[in-house]
């Protein structure tokens, strides 16, 4: 099976760099995603990470390690607005094809 | 450009009924995802299809059954609802690149 963890709920002042880490078990590793989910609504795609190292995509970056099963995503310049749960996915193989399994996500509160 | 479209948005049901939901992905994806997602939590894997054909099961009961249509469009069906089966239900679609796009979800309330 698979097993992702990942802090329940952070903190952070707007203008600040947050760091939000996830760590995960898996077979068949094939990717890790970040999401970004607010509150009532779908999850909307942040970054995909398949080879070790740094992506990096405007404000926000996410970085990947295989042999630790353990990622980050960096939130720069908090804004009011990124207040919201942070979803970790690992995609792993399975019959064929590729499943993400999400953890549970990390609530992130922007106070000003 | 559509996105991936769910319908209902909101549904309650009384235990013991049945419930399809329906799902459209994005133009030109063939492959939907469906995933259960309760308050607090992340969103639960339950099927995946590629093409008509299941390509994976999560961990759920046999009162879950899903199929693909060849449009590509999908349905979710769960029989003997359970007031546990209160969650919001995605869809997500996936064409060549390695992106799932989620739909809005269907919330469904079981009273």
């Known amino acids: 099976g698979q097993n992702i963890d990942q802090p329940t709920e952070m903190t952070a002042t707007e203008g600040a760099i947050v760091q939000i880490n996830c760590t995960y078990q898996?077979?068949?590793?094939?990717?890790l995603f970040w999401y970004q989910q607010h509150a009532g609504e779908a999850p909307t795609f942040l970054s995909y990470n398949v080879l070790d190292g740094l992506e990096e995509k405007g404000r926000f970056s996410s970085f990947l390690s295989r042999s630790k099963g353990y990622s980050y995503l960096l939130l720069k310049e908090l804004q009011m607005k990124d207040s919201a749960s942070y979803l970790c996915?690992?995609?792993?193989?399975?019959?064929?094809?590729?499943?993400?399994?999400f953890g549970r996500g990390t609530s992130l509160i922007v106070h000003p | 450009d559509a996105g991936v479209t769910q319908s209902p948005t909101h549904l309650i049901k009384t235990r013991g009924q049945q419930v399809t939901l329906r799902c459209s992905p994005i133009?030109?994806?063939?492959?939907v995802s469906w995933y259960q997602q309760v308050l607090g939590q992340g969103p639960q894997f339950i099927f995946q299809?590629?093409?008509?054909?299941?390509?994976g099961r999560g961990n759920f009961p046999d009162r879950f059954s899903a199929r693909q249509f060849p449009n590509y469009s999908s349905e979710l069906n769960v029989n003997a609802l359970l007031l546990g089966d209160s969650a919001l239900y995605l869809c997500?679609?996936?064409?060549?690149?390695?992106?799932?796009?989620f739909g809005s979800g269907t919330r469904l309330t079981v009273v």
């Open positions: 997500a679609s996936k064409g060549s690149n390695y992106g799932y796009t």
């Open positions: 898996t077979s068949g590793f094939n990717g």
């Open positions: 299809y590629y093409e008509k054909e299941e390509r």
């Open positions: 996915a690992v995609t792993h193989a399975s019959g064929g094809s590729y499943i993400p399994t």
């Open positions: 133009s030109g994806h063939k492959s």
